[in-house]
């Protein structure tokens, strides 16, 4: 066994030692302070997947999935915060960009996902597309807001949008009516040309 440095994140302890690695390669650590009622535990997960985070914070995988699909909260405030230091640091005048980012899905039951343009895999194919708004500047670059591309047949699908369970309020617009309303939602607090 080889010491190496890293805390235990359930008592904090340094007393961390190498312990293996799980099917995938994963490193595992085992905790040797006696009060640890823990253990063994995994630090970098190479997925960001559900399962492996409620692993390594030790909760519950379907309470972490109801607490980030299903929990009513809004990111608005949050993001109302980090934009200011964002706006004060580049202060570029024409530095907001609009673009689109797809994420591949294997089923059709997340919200918004169809056949259509994944440009991450570059071609037609089942996934969801974001509608993003960042801001560019020649010091750094942030993304500021985003959006989720509800396409049109889900729009209308009364079925659907309560299966998984898509707000009343969210209708149907095209992707650039939505960069023209983050652009909007935003025009007071971020500079641009």
């Known amino acids: 066994m080889t010491f190496v440095a890293v805390r235990c994140p359930h008592c904090q302890s340094d007393q961390i030692v190498q312990r293996g690695k799980t099917a995938r390669g994963t490193q595992r650590y085992l905790c040797q302070n006696t009060l640890c009622t823990k253990g063994s535990f995994r630090l970098d997960l190479p997925r960001k997947n559900a399962e ?57 039951h997340s919200v918004g996902v169809q056949r259509q343009w994944c440009s991450h895999r570059g071609k037609v194919d089942n996934c969801q597309v974001g509608v993003f708004m960042g801001y560019v500047s020649r010091h750094d670059h942030a993304v500021l807001d985003c959006r989720l591309s509800l396409p049109e047949d889900w729009a209308w699908d009364a079925q659907r949008r309560a299966a998984c369970p898509v707000p009343p309020e969210v209708r149907y617009h095209t992707r650039q009516e939505q960069c023209l309303e983050m652009r909007d939602a935003w025009r007071d607090q971020v500079p641009h040309g």
Do not use: M, N
């Open 52 to 108: 492996d985070i409620a692993t390594l914070v030790d909760v519950a995988r379907l309470v972490l999935q109801a607490f980030i699909g299903t929990a009513p909260w809004d990111h608005r405030p949050l993001v109302r915060v980090l934009v200011g230091p964002v706006v004060d640091q580049g202060g570029e005048p024409d530095g907001i960009i609009a673009f689109l980012s797809s994420f591949p899905k294997q089923s059709t």
